[in-house]
């Protein structure tokens, strides 16, 4: 029988401003969210209700949850990483100053809790980590190089847009998109960083690598996204992304194990491409009080079929829409 998403929950009454990161929780029982209203918030799925409410000192912009379902990590605007561990009654809280810049970008290797690392991306530095007792502490390992310079992006800062570890068997590479320097991949060695290959764009958005680590879906900024071969670069795909203004930096990722790509919008209209034709499958439309909405965040949990968008338009309440895949005749 056909499927689709269909909206399940929307989580409202806790944001101010706009919401920069969500993530869904291993288990697919919480959703967590990031604020410009400098606010960590623990929503249960089964209430529709916040259990925890953490308020730091800056903006929170990004966030992840950890293998275990109670820890999560984020990165704030004054360059502190934190990291949060709770249960139904507390939240345990630790952290750093990781950079002199805003922390935009996480990534957590795909490893153990003894062998993972965690990538840090302010700006334009990235620094790796390793976890020490179970991600209470993390351990400085390495910087990478900043990019190297083309004639086009000579005169262009460098700023970073994402970062991402790639999957097993090429979990120890780090994928770096930045705005004006292509795409990189690095490998982390014994006392060194290797460069394995690299795609030069004009623009780079937000990024993601499919779980086959064959291909990768690119936000391009000026008219929308693009799905690039690794690590040849030959492009792919185009996706339509219609009505979208050009200079939207939005964000797309690979869900349903590759098979289909999840982008944001600046309309409330997300949508769901076919990984393999770029068609669009299926546009879910974003339920809130102010239109149009951007959406500039998005996430999935694999194991559970659920996605979750948060909305970011700038200083007003914003909240979090839930999806679920469902038969259309339910």
């Known amino acids: 029988m056909p499927l689709q998403y269909r909206s399940t929950s929307t989580l409202v009454e806790e944001h101010t401003d706009a919401i920069n990161c969500v993530a869904l929780s291993p288990d697919g029982l919480f959703v967590a969210s990031g604020s410009t209203d400098k606010r960590i918030v623990v929503w249960s799925l089964s209430s529709g209700q916040a259990i925890h409410r953490l308020v730091t000192h800056s903006a929170v ?3 992840l949850w950890r293998s275990s379902p109670s820890r999560i990590i984020c990165g704030t605007a004054d360059g502190t990483l934190i990291t949060a561990a709770f249960n139904e009654e507390n939240i345990y809280v630790s952290g750093f100053s990781a950079h002199s810049k805003p922390i935009e970008c996480l990534s957590l290797s795909k490893g153990t809790t ?3 690392h965690l990538a840090t991306a302010a700006h334009d530095v990235v620094n790796i980590w390793s976890s020490v007792e179970n991600d209470t502490y993390w351990d400085y390992g390495d910087t990478l190089d900043a990019p190297p310079s083309t004639p086009y992006s000579a005169s262009h800062s460098v700023i970073i847009t994402s970062v991402q570890w ?5 979990a120890d590479c780090l994928v770096t998109a930045y705005l004006h320097h292509g795409i990189i991949c690095s490998r982390r060695g014994t006392g060194s960083i290797e460069v394995l290959w690299s795609i030069h764009l004009p623009l780079c958005g937000a990024c993601n690598i499919s779980p086959a ?3 990768l879906a690119v936000c391009n900024i000026t008219s929308g996204f693009d799905v690039y071969a690794i690590p040849s670069g030959l492009r792919r795909l185009v996706l339509e992304v219609p009505s979208e203004p050009p200079g939207m930096a939005l964000p797309i990722v690979y869900i349903h194990k590759g098979t289909m790509l999840l982008g944001g919008a600046s309309n409330g209209k997300v949508r769901l491409w076919d990984a393999r034709s770029g068609d669009i499958v299926q546009t879910l439309r974003y339920h809130g009080k102010f239109d149009p909405l951007l959406i500039q965040c998005v996430a999935e949990n694999p194991d559970t ?7 970011s338009d700038p200083g007003v309440p914003n909240s979090i829409q839930v999806w679920e895949l469902r038969d259309v005749a339910e």
């Open 61 to 63: 912009l990004s966030l």
């Open 114 to 116: 003894a062998s993972c």
């Open 166 to 170: 790639m999957n097993d068997p090429s």
């Open 213 to 215: 680590n064959d291909t």
């Open 305 to 311: 079929f659920l996605l979750a968008t948060g909305s």
